[in-house]
């Protein structure tokens, strides 16, 4: 099977990813107009980020999703853009975690979502992995792209909703 006839196999999967993610888009859009004024507190600083992180990651799939349904795309061209998504998620994650444990420094009682980052970091070093053999071995790894695709939808799923039932203090 070439390339082509695997990346066709995978379409619908790719066009019901960029469906989910849109609709988790959606539920990140509420969480934050439901939370607004907690938000911009002074005190939950790094919140805006972890929304910011979620963002990210929703963008990368959506791009993701749409670079799929692109005919002829190459692997070097997904495995390319992946490796670029993961370098970029790994740095929202990094100063989201920075942001994080300033957070806890100043105020003990402070909401802890530090567990929020360790899925996303995860996911883009596994997509990471799967877009450097991509490109370097040319490799068909779309199973492994999906994987990923698929538990960064879930965690980007699971802060958006960790941003919408935040607790009172």
Known sequence: MSWFDDLRAWQGFFTLLGEATASFAGLL?????VNSERLRSS???????????????LMVLTTLSLMASV???????????????????????YVGIKA???ARKKNPEAVRLLR??????????????????????????????GWGAIMLAVASARNAWLLLNLPAN
């Open 71 to 93: 005919p002829k795309t190459t692997p070097d061209t997904i495995g390319g853009f992946v490796m670029l998504g993961c370098i970029g998620g790994l740095l929202t994650c």
């Open 29 to 33: 859009f509420v969480a934050l107009a």
């Open 43 to 57: 005190e939950k600083g790094h919140l805006p980020l972890l929304a910011r992180q979620t963002f990210y990651n």
């Open 116 to 145: 929020a980052y360790f899925g996303p970091i995860f996911v883009f070093v596994l997509l990471l992995s799967s877009a450097v053999h991509m490109t370097a071995a040319q490799r068909d790894d779309l199973q492994l792209v």
């Open 100 to 102: 994080e444990i300033n």
